[in-house]
């Protein structure tokens, strides 16, 4: 029986919040089942930075408490194309690359590694330190993709959205969604 794919996404207390509502967004927009956990300085920075409460990300994705180590995405059964954490802060990135699964958001990540499927962790930090790399390293070397909050401007972008969306894209790239966000080196737009 087939599935739409369904992708979780983590939303962390890092500044640039609204690369994951993007994705949040264009991902309802191109009929994929999300689910998406928020942590608590989650919240508060996107209502921060973006202006955007938990009630606007509900019409978008099926949204699970990061309480709750019960939610069907804590467990490998609940099939799954992948997760990305984005804006991903230092804090997560240390709890995920040392296996800690004491909440929702982490525990979905472990599940990610152990099943193997597609994690992919947009870190929005600068500059890293040693156990930053290191965090970002293990993840790696256990299966994750490290995909830094790095929009190009060969596109010569002239608004934010533009940065927003070419980050969004690459994600999606990445997870294997097609959509047209982004304009692709050597192709016209």
């Not at 982490?106 to 597609?118: D, G, N």
Request: aromatic share 6%.
């Amino acid at each position: 029986m087939a599935r739409n794919k369904r992708i979780v996404v983590g939303i962390t207390g890092a500044s640039g919040s609204l690369y994951g509502y993007s994705l949040v967004r264009a991902l309802h927009q191109l009929g994929v089942e999300t689910h998406l956990i928020v942590t608590e300085m989650g919240e508060k920075v996107l209502q921060f930075e973006c202006g955007v409460g938990m009630e606007t990300l509900k019409q978008y994705a099926e949204v699970h408490s990061n309480k709750n180590l019960f939610a069907s995405v804590a467990s490998g059964s609940f099939l799954t194309d992948g997760m990305v954490v984005v804006p991903c802060s230092m804090n997560t990135l240390g709890a995920m690359a040392n296996g800690v699964g004491d909440n929702l958001l982490s525990r979905s990540a472990s599940v990610m590694l152990k099943e193997k499927r597609q994690l992919i962790v947009v870190p929005r930090e600068a500059p890293f330190h040693l156990i930053h790399l290191q965090n970002m390293t293990r993840l790696a070397e256990a299966g994750a993709c490290i995909m830094p909050a790095s929009p190009g401007f060969y596109h010569k972008p002239k608004e934010i959205w533009e940065l927003i969306n070419f980050m969004s894209g690459r994600i999606l790239d990445m997870l294997g969604i097609d959509h047209e966000l982004l304009q692709r080196w050597g192709e016209k737009a």
